[in-house]
């Protein structure tokens, strides 16, 4: 009877810890998925400030979603922008390459103010499109 006791025991902790050890799974993923949403947005905010800085007559409507003249992209594909991470051996590699678009249109009825548009997509922790949307108004005093 007692080693009958002991299995059932041994069963039970053993669902326990397989239980235990997908939930953290599920926590890491999670912690992923909200890390890249933050990449994203900080991506899309430093975009809207390097256009506050702009003189007005620099961004000008794009046809869509093309990417402006101003836009430096460091040797990356046009709007492609990376974050990367230290590896414990002290290099930087990119731990995701972020897809980003603009589109800069007039704003209808009036002639010094034009909407901006930055859309950031890119395949989060668990293999899902996402995107990212966010929008200024550059004025013209």
Known sequence: MTLIE???AIMLLA????????IQVLAMRDEAIARQDNDASRIARDVLEQVARLPFTTVLPTAGYDEPAWISN????D???P???QTPEGGEIDQ??????WQVTAVPGQSSLRSVDIQIAWTDAADR???YTSSTLKYNP
């Open 15 to 22: 669902v326990g810890v397989a239980g235990m050890i997908s």
């Open 96 to 101: 995701l390459v972020y897809q980003v678009n």
């Open 74 to 77: 460091a040797g990356y594909d």
């Open 129 to 131: 499109q996402q995107t």
């Open 83 to 85: 974050v990367s991470v």
């Open 6 to 8: 002991v299995m059932i």
């Open 79 to 81: 709007g492609e922008v």
